[in-house]
């Protein structure tokens, strides 16, 4: 039997969800503050829920509503929260290879967030072409549906909610890097990228801990890159005075 | 919410999405078009994996940063490595690390 026609699309979008799971640790958490600090900020239940729904972009969300809620104007609130959001242009060219044509990505790509590409990134050049629209379905479907509904018991609950459990606010997002980690470790089998990725990993923790975590994704993956063609040039000059001097 | 304020909540959602799917739509033309231009720019493919490593050093930032938090970090880091390293797969490494990051934070709340 052909992999096509033994390929079920509701058992990879199940694989997708599955496999999205671990991400909820980081979303939920996240997206609980979210609900918890726009309806301090004056924002309704309704309204917090409709701007995770429709912006869905974490760090964006949370400079909005501050934004709004200090009196900013409208055209500044709207340009910063774009600013911040620039990075996920570099992220639909990259899945571009692995994902077939269709004409749900429109609507689709709407799900694609840091941790959803990082995922995509990872696991979809290890599934079967046939899943990979499927998995990506289920696993951005179930990332957005948590996100909304965290904002939303967020909103609604989110003060008893941390008052009730400190801790699990502070333990679960731990799920996060935990992920991350596996994601990257087999790119430290090879030298090169091995020095680019803790370039990257080190400026990043840097730029977030003196207050630039908006900023800290795009500038640190700009060092490593820098990182990477320069341990290049220097492989390169090193073994051309090597051939010279034999 | 004032109708300015929902205008520019669509605004921001609308550009947003567009910065997610134009690029995307843009590359898989690209990537299947007859002018020649079937591969995908070598920078493109080596600043992916790079967002992935930037995101991690994002995340690792405790929620709460204080020396007990940061060595639950480190220890919980450290157990995601070692069960990756035998098993190779996402789900046990991230299943155990947040597991001792928990037992270690609790531990020191207990204390």
Sequence with gaps: MSQAASHS??????????????LLGGYIPVALSFGLVATQAGFSTLEATAISALIYAGASQFLFVGMIATGAPLWLVVAMTLLINVRHVVYGPNLAGLLPRSRHWPWLMHGLTDQVFALALTRLPQLPEVKRFSWFLGASLLAWGAWIIGTAVGATAGEAFTARWPLLGEIMPFALPALFLTMVAPRFTDKRW????????????????????????????????????????????????????? | MSTALWIAVAVSAIGTLLMRVVPFLWM?????????????PQWLGILGPLMIAAVLGVSIVPVNPSAVS??????????????????????WPVAAGVAVFGIVEVAAFIW
Excluded: K
Aim: a positive charge; proline letters at 3%.
């Design chain 2, 70 to 91: 940061w060595i639950a970090t480190a220890i919980g880091l450290s157990v995601t490595l070692l069960v990756w390293s035998r098993v190779r797969s996402l789900g």
């Design chain 2, 28 to 40: 898989q033309r690209r990537l299947n078009s007859e002018s020649g231009l079937n591969n995908m």
């Design chain 1, 9 to 22: 699309p509701v058992r990879s979008a199940l694989q997708g969800v599955r496999e999205a799971i671990p």
């Design chain 1, 194 to 246: 091995a020095v680019a990725m803790g370039c990257t990993i080190l400026a990043a923790l840097c730029l977030t801990l003196v207050g630039w975590g908006n900023v800290a994704i795009p500038l640190a993956a700009a060092c490593g890159a820098l990182c990477f063609y320069s341990t290049q040039f220097y492989t390169q000059r090193f073994a051309t005075n090597r051939r010279r001097e034999s």
